[in-house]
């Protein structure tokens, strides 16, 4: 508990105090680090942890109590105001910079940036209207997905098109909200690359992992991925590193891939990227307990101006996300290697209220024990 560490520890704020925010905490503890958090919501489960301010974002009154005495900001949510980030910079170090978090929170940014960059995403068109959205279909072909450019996450704000005709119950479902037409790509597989970079220009890449999504939501994470090329994990690094740099990033960076082709050791893979998450993220979990330095670990070092911890892989995890409810803690203890994180959250349905991560020393022992973990415990 922060309260432990005393008056004269330094403080991290944090904008939001969701399940992020608390094991952000929790990592920044371990440092050293006190943490005060503000969220809207009066049970966000980091408030379980650390001290929380419950107030609108961009209540000033909340967030000058909430920088107060603190050395750095930063945030573990996506949707918070770019305003009051903004304005926050005027008072202290906040990161990521505003313009890491203003790019993510619009699709078509997002894409643009890729583009400038030469980092290649699934082709896709800007949807104003109903009548943008009928010639996007044109030119994007179908299968596609319509995709709002803001306030889309788990899969909300999407909605799928096979053919033109879908266009009208696509443009209602998504809100006739400005969009992205995405054409719909035959992935392999997705991974995400999650990556650091300190305030002095240090940076770190964990190994790629493996991600499997259903009903738009995160379900399980291995790391490292398997049959990776090292020239597939080059292009995955040199979109991260350019993506770093152009940003003049400070913190944790995930970025979202899709793999095309199989490739395997053969090579002939390659990568599409299709967004990046200006935070720590569900599929860098894995590294609390399968990295040598947790996600949690290196983004508060980076925003507190430290060196960054070693970002390699201890063996080979896998992370499975508790959606709606969690397993007894005496069930999954009965998995040799698996450790469970309860995020302190009622149960609801399509709710993340916690994880478990698994690790073995090899991949053929970690895929028998997940085997055993979905049917003794999931
Ligand atoms: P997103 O909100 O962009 O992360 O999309 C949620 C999920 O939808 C992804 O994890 C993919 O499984 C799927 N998806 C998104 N974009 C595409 C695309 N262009 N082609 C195929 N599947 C996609």
């Not at 892989?313 to 508790?322: D, E, T």
Request: proline residues 6%.
């Amino acid at each position: 508990m922060s309260e432990a560490l005393g008056e004269s520890a330094p403080r991290l704020a944090v904008l939001g105090a969701g399940q992020l925010g608390r094991m952000l905490s929790q990592a920044a503890n371990t440092l050293g680090v006190r943490t005060r958090l503000l969220d809207p919501n009066a049970d966000a489960c980091a408030g379980q942890v650390s001290e929380l301010i419950v107030a609108p974002y961009d209540d000033q009154a909340a967030l000058a109590r909430l920088t107060d005495g603190a050395t750095a900001l930063t945030y573990e949510f996506e949707n918070v105001p770019i305003e009051s980030v903004r304005a926050l910079t005027e008072r202290l170090p906040v990161a990521p910079p505003p313009i890491a978090l203003e790019t993510a929170q619009d699709r078509l940014s997002e894409r643009r940036l890729f583009a400038r960059l030469g980092i290649d995403s699934p082709r896709s068109v800007a949807v104003d209207d109903l009548l943008d959205l009928a010639q996007a279909i044109e030119r994007v072909g179908a299968p596609a997905l319509l995709k709002a450019r803001r306030l889309g996450y788990d899969g909300k704000g999407q909605h799928p098109i096979s053919d033109p005709a879908d266009a009208p119950i696509a443009w209602e479902a998504i809100g006739r909200a400005p969009a992205i037409l995405d054409a719909q790509v035959h992935f392999t597989r997705e991974l995400s690359l999650i990556c650091v970079r300190s305030a002095a220009g240090q940076t770190g890449f964990y190994p790629l992992s493996e991600n499997v999504h259903r009903g738009g939501i995160l379900r399980l994470t291995r790391a490292p991925a398997m049959g990776v090329s090292p020239e597939l994990e080059a292009q995955a690094r040199r979109a991260g590193g350019a993506l770093l740099d152009e940003l003049g990033y400070v913190g944790v960076l995930a970025v979202e891939f899709f793999q095309m082709g199989d490739g395997g050791a053969g090579g002939g893979a390659t990568l599409l990227c299709n967004e990046i998450a200006p935070r720590v993220h569900n599929s860098g979990h894995w590294t609390i307990e399968g990295a040598q330095t947790s996600q949690f670990e290196n983004h508060v070092r980076a925003v507190m101006g430290m060196e960054l911890g070693e970002c390699s892989a201890i063996g080979h995890s896998a992370m499975v996300n508790l959606i709606g409810s969690a397993p007894s803690p005496e069930r999954v203890a009965s998995i040799p290697g698996a450790v469970l994180h309860e995020y302190g959250k009622a149960p609801r349905p399509r709710r993340k209220v916690g994880h478990v991560t698994i690790t073995a020393p090899k991949r053929s022992e970690l895929d028998t024990l997940l085997e055993r973990f979905t049917r003794v415990v999931a």
